[in-house]
């Protein structure tokens, strides 16, 4: 792929994402715990499924597995794009 002149590549993106998720969903009360967490990847789409995988993960093992494999980007108000 393209690199910039300091050798990172172009089209490297970084998300930033706070979700807010139950600390123990094993325990009766409803106690959640907010997570911020960074990620890059390729392309923005791509650091926004990583940063929420490793956002996630924690709370729900079962994401570890999870890839992402097609996305669809649309425009809904072209006039602010």
């Given at each position: 792929g393209?690199?910039?002149?300091?050798?990172?590549?172009?089209?490297?993106?970084?998300a930033?994402?706070?979700?807010?998720?139950?600390?123990?969903?094993?325990?009766?009360?409803?106690e959640?715990?907010d997570?911020?967490?960074?990620?890059e990847?390729?392309?923005?789409?791509?650091?926004?499924a990583?940063?929420l995988?490793k956002?996630?993960?924690?709370?729900?093992p079962?994401?570890?597995n999870l890839?992402?494999?097609?996305?669809?980007?649309?425009?809904?108000?072209?006039?602010?794009a």
């Amino acid at each position: 792929g393209k690199h910039n002149n300091d050798g990172i590549p172009t089209n490297l993106a970084r998300a930033t994402v706070k979700v807010r998720v139950l600390d123990d969903p094993n325990h009766s009360e409803d106690e959640f715990l907010d997570r911020l967490e960074v990620s890059e990847g390729n392309g923005p789409v791509d650091a926004l499924a990583n940063a929420l995988k490793k956002a996630l993960t924690p709370s729900h093992p079962s994401l570890e597995n999870l890839q992402l494999i097609d996305y669809k980007v649309r425009i809904l108000d072209p006039e602010s794009a």
